[in-house]
């Protein structure tokens, strides 16, 4: 089972500062890595795909990087509704998640 | 607009059996695999299982696999997920999914979510 390991477990940043989460692929992932964002009792969105490809809709501050197996998600200027968990996923082989960063205020 | 609704969450005992639905709309969902995962409180994503478009494969995660069934009713545009053997470690958020393959791609990501179904699995 591959393991997607986060880091850091909480983030705590103001708005406009830059948010840097990583994620690190026990084995290679390849490119099929996605972020997702996840506010509590709502539905998490995709914000990622293929390591570095923005779902539809998503804003240009958040961008996505590979190196080797090491992944990060970069938030240009945090924005006030950015505050929630983030998710690494690799589609490699089957699904799993990382255990998640928490980016709070 | 894509939505999902998911339904059928509820309280029930160690042995006891669940079914939740998910209702679509907004979009083609006989042209889409379909996904569920779950969040159990304090912890991460995990996902469940998935069924393909025609319901003709279907894949589940180790823990549920023989508990579990996932089905479809495209003419119904719904989802389920029909849960045997609960187990107080199912205990969780169930949130239904649809898979999307973006082009350039050759994988699916899960581009559309409902908010999810809360599953209690207690005595």
């Known amino acids: 089972e591959i393991v997607l390991t986060q880091s850091p477990a909480t983030l705590s940043l103001f708005p406009g500062e830059r948010a840097t989460l990583s994620c690190r692929a026990s084995q290679s992932v390849s490119s099929y890595l996605a972020w997702y964002q996840h506010k509590p009792g709502q539905a998490p969105r995709l914000l990622i795909y293929d390591a570095s490809n923005r779902a539809t809709g998503i804003p240009a501050r958040f961008s996505g990087s590979r190196s080797g197996t090491d992944f990060t998600l970069t938030i240009s200027s945090l924005e006030p509704e950015d505050f929630a968990v983030y998710y690494c996923q690799q589609r490699s082989t089957w699904y799993t998640f990382g255990q998640g960063t928490k980016l709070e205020i | 607009e894509v939505q999902l609704v998911e339904s059928g969450g509820g309280l029930v005992q160690p042995g006891g059996s669940l079914r939740l639905s998910c209702a679509a709309s907004g979009f083609t969902f006989s042209s889409h695999w379909m996904t569920w995962v779950r969040q159990a409180p304090g912890k991460g994503l995990e996902w469940v299982a998935n069924i393909k478009e025609d319901g003709s494969e279907k894949y589940y995660v180790d823990s549920v696999r023989g508990r579990f069934s996932i089905f479809r009713d495209n003419a119904k545009k719904s989802l389920y997920l029909q849960m045997n053997s609960l187990r107080a470690e199912d205990t969780a958020v169930y949130h239904c999914?649809?898979?999307?393959?973006?082009?350039?791609?050759?994988?699916?990501?899960?581009?559309?979510w409902g908010q999810g179904t809360l599953v209690t699995v207690s005595s």
């Open positions: 999914a649809r898979e999307f393959l973006y082009g350039g791609s050759s994988r699916t990501y899960f581009d559309d």
